[in-house]
């Protein structure tokens, strides 16, 4: 959001030699709309996204989909948490740790994960628990289950899901706005 004192710096940088109170005027007649059209585009935007937080399905494991409702509630209430705060912070694009341990968890009960995703998996599990405040001793079950850094190719494949799993939740979320605007019009025809 741009301050009047920054337009005015930018209008001496534009045209140093129209320092007069017309000049200035002409400049805030042709830089004001357009500031004004950037921060309304900006704040619909951002409204998008936070009324996408709510409306984004949280996308399951496809071979797994039928454990989706033993998904615990406290890691159902973090995925909300984890992208309310994703929205404050401007970021998009990729689904959060909460969302992908939510997809691991209903992968590993329909089949086994191999090494590289059962390690992403407890990483991000114990991450996304000492967050949420669940549990205690983390140290310890970071120690049991022999917790480390992710590898580079590790981080690799879990950027590359939580990509996945963002276009998938936006894909069904539109599906789901224009289904919904489809029986509204059948409504009132």
Known sequence: ?????DLIEEWKKQDPFLLDAEGLQRF??????KVLKEEEKEAKHKWELFFSMWERPVVYDQLGAA???????????QILIERLIQVIKGEEGRAT???????????????????????IY?????DVMKRARQGRNYEQIEKE???RELTEYQ????????????GAG????????????????????
Do not use: F, Q
Request: net charge positive.
């Open 97 to 119: 740790d909460a969302e992908v341990v939510a997809h691991l968890y209903t992968a590993s009960l329909s089949r086994p994960l191999d090494r590289d995703w059962t390690e």
């Open 67 to 77: 454990w989706a409702d033993t998904v615990p509630g406290w890691l159902k209430s």
């Open 28 to 33: 805030l007649d042709e830089r004001i709309p």
């Open 155 to 166: 981080v690799g494949l879990l950027n590359e899901l939580k990509r996945d799993l963002w």
């Open 122 to 126: 407890c990483k991000l599990a114990t």
């Open 170 to 189: 936006i894909r069904a979320s539109k599906d789901r706005r224009r289904e919904r605007r489809g029986r509204v019009k059948n409504l009132y025809p």
């Open 1 to 5: 959001m741009l301050k009047e004192a």
């Open 145 to 147: 289950l022999g917790i």
